[in-house]
Nanobody
């Protein structure tokens, strides 16, 4: 089970930090990822990170503004979002995959998904 938190309503230029707790982190879980979906748009990969190595992947639209991290002891991944823009608005989902590759997980998506947390950025 994945539980996201940390969403909210902020103004353009502000920051938010999302958290994703993985309730049962088995050895099969290798990579955790963040995706988002805006109204009327396809789901988009935001960032992914390999639990063991910390290797990361970022979508082009968030590079330099977002940072992904993980705390294996807490079974938690974080998405620090800085300099938020109106176009960052959407529902942010957490996913976990069993392939130790951030690029693969961000391309294919993971095996399990959370229910999402809403992020709204106003101008």
């Amino acid at each position: 089970q994945l539980v996201e938190s940390g969403g909210g309503v902020v103004q353009s230029g502000e920051s938010l930090r999302l958290s994703c707790v993985v309730s049962e982190l088995s050895t099969a879980v290798k990579t955790i990822g963040w995706f988002r979906q805006a109204p009327g748009k396809d789901r988009e990969a935001v960032s992914c990170v390999v639990f063991s190595s910390g290797e990361t992947y970022y979508g082009d639209s968030v590079k330099g503004r977002f940072s992904v991290s993980r705390d294996s002891a807490k079974r938690t991944a974080y998405l620090q979002m800085n300099n938020l823009k109106v176009e960052d608005t959407g529902i942010y989902y957490c996913t976990v995959g069993n392939v130790p590759s951030p690029g693969y997980t961000c391309y294919k998506g993971g095996n399990y998904w959370g229910e999402g947390t809403q992020v709204t950025v106003s101008a």
